[in-house]
């Protein structure tokens, strides 16, 4: 891995170079181990938060790691194409639009001690707007390259704020052309729900069960090119005690390497069926 400017990102995009890159400021990493028509996100995995921003936070690291995504970019790690965001969402959301990316407050509790002054949001929405240019000019070297694309916006939510049962994969698929890709989110769906789980976790899946995919990963992808399907994928957080902060690392693991193949296997057959 390098560490490089956003700038010289895209110029290795464009030139359609192999490189694993962290974005010189730490605040995003790109691995492209070959250009193939389907990518992989992890916009919510980070966990880090700027010094500065410690005293002046009212949340806890637990409460912040309780409301981000750990290991969805473990879970992609194999594939050809990932992008991933480093912060924490508590500093900026990569999921939200720049008017919307930095909370005032978070899941019911105020977030800062004193509101966060201009200069100090703009260092945030800095690091928000490097990342969607580079999101950009990824996408656009994509569906130039192959016409059409998918790529695969992976998250986790907390199942235990729920009072019913909650599917242990769930698809948002509330702003995309369904009429269009209906059938391949059905296929994904179908594909996840087959996934064999340690500790007899049965894998379900549903589509808009829980979350709409409302994102603005998805959105600003699918509103800008036509011919890209944005899968919101949300794994319940069985891979991990989510109320004492443990990871069980040989669920990540299972989920990974099943995602190997089932996740190669349906963006070969999308690609097939959509170019």
């Given at each position: ?195 064999k789980l340690p500790h007899g976790i049965t894998s379900t899946s ?70």
């Amino acid at each position: 891995m390098i560490r490089l400017s956003v700038s010289e990102i895209i110029e290795k995009i464009g030139n359609e170079e192999i490189f694993e890159a962290v974005a010189e400021d730490y605040s995003f990493t790109l691995k492209i181990d070959e250009y193939v028509p389907y990518a992989c996100g992890a916009v919510h995995d980070g966990h880090q938060f700027r010094r500065e921003l410690w005293d002046n936070c009212l949340h806890t690291t637990y409460e912040r790691w309780f409301e981000e995504d750990p290991c969805t970019k473990e879970f992609v790690k194999s594939h050809p194409i990932v992008i991933a965001g480093c912060d924490s969402r508590f500093e900026y959301d990569l999921n939200r639009d720049p008017d919307n990316a930095i909370y005032d407050d978070a899941w019911g509790k105020k977030l800062w001690r004193e509101p966060l002054s201009e200069e100090m949001k703009a260092k945030s929405l800095e690091k928000h707007n490097a990342f969607y240019s580079v999101v950009h000019a990824l996408i656009a070297k994509l569906e130039q390259k192959f016409g059409t694309i998918v790529v695969y916006d992976m998250h986790s939510y907390n199942w235990r704020r729920w009072d019913r049962e909650v599917p242990v994969i769930n698809l948002g698929t509330s702003n995309i052309d369904n009429g269009r890709f209906g059938p391949s989110v059905e296929e994904w769906r179908e594909s996840l729900s087959e996934l064999k789980l340690p500790h007899g976790i049965t894998s379900t899946s549903n589509i808009n069960d829980t979350f709409f995919g409302n994102g603005y990963f998805l959105k600003y992808i699918t509103k800008t090119f036509k011919n890209t399907l944005v899968l919101a994928t949300e794994f319940k957080k069985i891979y991990c005690d989510e109320m004492n902060m443990i990871v069980f690392p040989e669920v990540v693991a299972a989920i990974e390497e099943q995602l190997r193949s089932k996740l190669k296997k349906h963006a070969k057959a999308f690609y097939k069926e959509h170019n």
